[in-house]
């Protein structure tokens, strides 16, 4: 693709007064203007709960010093501490021109295979929230043919500003919903882990059994020790849809 360079790239640069590398990486994409758009999502290695998608669309354009500021800090939500992220999270709504979240079940990824569940919702949130953008950012897929017209970037929540703003709405959304549902299956500790391998967990699900929040297609310690029967639930063949 060929790419212009004329007066008004330089100009959002201007506004930036940031050192935070992602901002110049979507500006450079999108040749100084205009809307970048990123999605990535959270919960694809857990045990139980959803996968939750976001899409945000960021502005640059109409972002101004201060809205750069405000979001400064992003980058991967694995890199950020819980508060950081809860502070983010609430600057990237105030900020951003569109956000979509789109949440796949423990049900659906049993019955689709983790990685179409996967993809399926990091195009549909893409689609949601890429009208107007001149940009598409997938952290590390590339999508059907059914998803906006996108680039996948490997690592892209540490490359690009709006991918780092989807990593932090998907999480933050997924760990509320799996401290909220730890009230109605107390016995799992969804409060401290959010469905991810942990010991903790296992012991849980040893002690426990299993409940509706667990992928049951998993390939998991714990569920062999449980001696679970899964031959009439569809596993995906993927090497991404293994808890350990």
């Avoid at 940031?18 to 040749?31: G, K, W």
């Avoid at 972002?63 to 809860?86: G, H, I, M, T, V």
């Avoid at 021109?97 to 179409?116: E, F, K, M, P, Y």
């Avoid at 299993?210 to 998991?220: G, K, Q």
């Amino acid at each position: 693709m060929t790419r212009r360079r004329d007066s008004r790239a330089a100009a959002p640069a201007s506004r930036v007064g940031s050192v935070n590398p992602r901002f110049a990486y979507d500006l450079h994409l999108c040749e100084g203007h205009g809307c970048v758009v990123g999605a990535d999502e959270a919960g694809r290695g857990c045990l139980a709960g959803p996968l939750v998608a976001a899409a945000v669309c960021l502005d640059y354009d109409r972002l101004k010093a201060a809205d750069f500021a405000a979001l400064e800090k992003l980058d991967d939500s694995k890199r950020l501490s819980r508060q950081a992220r809860a502070v983010l999270y609430e600057e990237v709504f105030r900020r951003a021109r569109h956000v979509a979240v789109i949440c796949r079940s423990a049900q659906t990824i049993d019955r689709d295979g983790l990685h179409n569940s996967n993809i399926a919702a990091l195009a549909t949130a893409l689609n949601a929230a890429a009208e107007a953008a001149g940009v598409a950012l997938v952290d590390g897929f590339a999508l059907p043919v059914s998803a906006p017209r996108h680039q996948a970037v490997v690592g892209g929540d540490h490359e690009s500003a709006a991918i780092a703003a989807a990593s932090v709405v998907a999480k933050v959304t997924r760990d509320t919903l799996m401290t909220r549902l730890h009230d109605a299956f107390p016995s799992y500790g969804f409060d401290r882990h959010v469905g991810y391998a942990t010991r903790a967990h296992h012991q849980a699900i040893v002690a426990h059994g299993i409940c509706e929040l667990h992928r049951r297609s998993f390939a998991s310690v714990a569920y062999t020790q449980l001696e679970l029967q899964m031959d009439d639930v569809s596993r995906d063949p993927s090497p991404n849809n293994r808890s350990e």
